[in-house]
């Protein structure tokens, strides 16, 4: 594989990213009108909502069979086009199974879309010897700031979902065929060769014995499931319980209560476009050492405030820190298991969809039992509880770049 062929493959797979952060954002954040549009009562509408996860739990674990037989570009290349046809379909059905096959498949689809981009990515972090992943991922949250946009524009001009959803799809759907034609697996360039001699970032040395010949050991990337978990955990709360947080707890008003989430959204962007610089400087564990303690100050944060504008400090600071801890969850992952690390992704990327269903009804049963202040100090802990485990991220002489790149790797940009 040439230095061109890497560069492209790392384009059209951070294209990837963003259209699958556009398509996501589409969807969440216009589930409203998706309950209106097919009467979905409110009973009924967390069925939907735990459904399309679990799900995608359901494909991640598919995803790493198939693999076993095609190469993860394959799964990749025809998963995003039937994630935007499903999107579609939620748009254009009427009836209530109508919607429950659209999200039926979007939920499948994203579980494998998922898992075989965050494949791709950690193969090719390998190839590059440096640290890359942060960067796919600052491309989904940047997709996800133009959904949420798009999302915005429609319910402002009081567009139906179908009105919304084609024009968006028509543009994404041949763009994300015409990238897909330079997905790489970068594993080809110095991944096999570099895992059997033990060469390269973390192979052999991250994680004691545990990684030796590439056998996938569950009780190995257990810490790593756990951190996940923890990370979404986090995540959905801010999602689902900012604007709420802000307006019923702070007494903000309600336009001020949409403004936590949009600068979550943002500070995760941020946070992202330079977490791989900070990964090549200090190292990995370093980094998420240093973003769990900043995530769990902003719940801190968050459950002390005594005003609106100190609410949303924290969760500038929750931005800031939680973003960096998946994408380093999925290269170390990469990293340990070299010999067998799309399985290893595969079953790590199921503990993103167990945080997400965890998350939101843990917080609202504390907080309707408790407090919502005192809810918040729930996944401040379990932020925290990510330093117990920060170690599997790999001693520090085998972080990447910073002079500990391998020295057969070109730099390809």
């Known amino acids: ?13 951070g294209l990837s990213f963003g259209v699958q ?3 996501f954002a589409l969807l969440v954040t216009r589930i409203p009108a998706v309950q209106d549009q097919y009467g979905i009562s409110d009973g009924l509408l967390p069925v939907f ?22 190469r993860p570009s394959v799964v990749l290349r025809w998963a995003q086009p039937l994630v935007l046809l499903a999107l579609l379909g939620v748009g254009a059905g009427r009836e209530l199974w109508h919607v429950a096959v659209a999200l039926g498949v979007f939920g499948l689809a994203v579980g494998a879309l998922d898992a075989s981009m965050n494949m791709l990515g950690v193969s090719l972090q390998r190839a590059y010897g440096r640290s890359i992943m942060t960067g796919f991922h600052a491309a989904f949250s940047l997709g996800g700031i133009a959904g949420a946009s798009l999302a915005w524009a429609g319910a402002r001009w009081e567009l139906s979902l179908l009105a919304s959803y084609l024009p968006v799809v028509a543009v994404l759907l041949p763009a994300a065929l015409v990238g897909s034609r330079w997905y790489t697996e970068g594993k080809g360039v110095a991944g096999k060769g570099a895992e059997g001699s033990g060469a390269g970032a973390g192979a052999g040395t991250d994680v ?16 790593l499931c756990l951190i996940m978990t923890f990370a979404y955990i986090g995540d959905s709360t801010v999602s689902n319980w900012s604007a709420k947080y802000l307006q019923d707890v ?8 949409t403004v936590p989430y949009n600068v979550y959204m943002v500070t995760t ?5 330079v977490g791989d610089l900070g990964v090549r400087r200090f190292g990995a564990v370093a980094v998420v050492r240093g973003g769990s303690l900043l995530a769990a100050g902003g719940f801190a944060v968050v459950a002390v405030a005594p005003g609106a504008w100190v609410g949303m400090l924290g969760f500038t600071m929750l931005g800031f820190g939680l973003c960096v801890i998946v994408p380093q969850t999925f290269a170390a992952a990469g990293r340990m298991f070299p ?10 990327n199921i503990f993103n969809y167990v945080g997400f269903l965890v998350g939101s009804p843990l917080v609202g049963a504390l907080g309707d039992a408790w407090s919502y202040r005192g809810a918040m100090l729930v996944p401040m802990v379990l932020v925290l509880a990510t330093l117990v485990y920060a170690r599997a991220f790999g001693p520090e002489p085998a972080r990447y770049g910073g002079g500990h790149e391998r020295p057969r790797t070109a730099d390809v940009g």
């Open 269 to 273: 962007l941020l946070g992202r476009a």
């Open 21 to 23: 952060g556009v398509a």
């Open 1 to 13: 594989m040439t230095d061109a062929g890497l560069r492209h493959g790392r384009a059209s797979l």
């Open 208 to 223: 004691d014995s545990g990684s030796a010949g590439g056998a996938l050991s569950f009780k190995l990337l257990l810490p």
């Open 339 to 348: 010999g067998d690390s799309d399985a290893a992704v595969a079953r790590l």
């Open 49 to 70: 909502l735990a459904a399309v996860p679990i799900l995608a739990g359901a494909g991640s674990v598919a995803t790493e069979k198939v693999v076993a037989r095609v």
């Open 250 to 257: 702070l007494g903000s008003s309600e336009q001020l209560a």
